[in-house]
């Protein structure tokens, strides 16, 4: 098996308006789902993976998001504060990434969105195994469309049989949507401007083209939380997951 990354960059800094009411006095990423906030439901499978830094951003009621992480002190990942909530607006997943490399090492990292949850156990040790540097600036965690619950989008992403990524583009659908943690390399950012921009334009416009973004998909259900509806049928999917319908 392949080294997992020492580090990881989870994304909690957005404003979460598809949210509301439920982010008008949180971030989304103080959300409960199933007894746990999202946040936590993302660092406790970083942890289970072997992860041991999490970098987490914070702009949207920062000093409670800040808050809540130090209750987690002793427990796996040791947590690294970016606070963004000085700046005018969030930087987006791109720009908050840039703008917390000095908290990441050289090499492999991983990037993670916190709205996101998945019911394979294995998933983060399959991405750090199946990544090869030499052939991909990205390697994206997928989840199939009819696997995907929470989700209303029309996908993202076509793939190959060696798992390099195209874009929907103008097609009314693709099968594959991305589940929100990928592999890359800390490299590939460090001398860059910490601007607002998204990871996806890079993925787009800089990696597809040259063909360097790989897909690898999930083995089983993803529950993507982007607003209260969705919430609710996670709680219902994660109770019967455990048995308890």
């Known amino acids: 098996m392949a080294d997992i990354p020492s580090h990881a960059m989870v994304f909690a800094a957005g404003l979460g308006t598809r949210m509301r009411p439920l982010t008008l006095d949180r971030p989304k990423a103080l959300v409960e789902v199933d007894g746990r906030t999202l946040i936590d439901h993302m660092l406790d499978r970083l942890g289970e993976a ?5 970098v987490v951003n914070a702009f949207h009621f920062a000093d409670k998001l800040v808050s809540h992480l130090a209750n987690r002190a002793g427990k796996s990942p040791t947590i690294i504060i970016s606070r963004e909530d000085a ?20 090499g492999p990292i991983l990037t993670c969105n916190a709205d996101a949850i998945w019911l394979d156990d294995h998933a983060i040790q399959r991405l750090a195994d199946a990544y090869d540097p030499a052939r991909m600036d990205g390697l994206l965690l997928l989840a199939r469309l009819d696997q995907s619950q929470g989700f209303d989008g029309p996908g993202d992403f076509f ?34 401007p910490a601007t607002k921009r998204s990871l996806a334009r890079t993925w787009f416009d800089d990696w597809c083209p040259k063909g360097r973004l790989f897909g690898l998909v999930l083995d089983g259900p ?22 308890l319908g």
């Open 50 to 54: 072997g992860v041991g830094y999490a």
């Open 87 to 106: 700046l005018p607006e969030p930087l987006e997943t791109e720009g908050g990434l840039i703008h917390a490399m000095a908290h990441l090492p050289e």
């Open 159 to 192: 793939i190959d049989q060696d798992g390099r990524l195209t874009p929907r583009g103008s097609a009314p659908s693709a099968p594959y949507a991305y589940a929100g943690v990928q592999i890359t390399n800390a490299a590939l950012f460090r001398d860059k």
């Open 222 to 243: 993803w529950l993507h939380i982007g607003d209260p509806q969705a919430r609710l049928g996670a709680e219902q999917a994660l109770r019967e997951h455990r048995g």
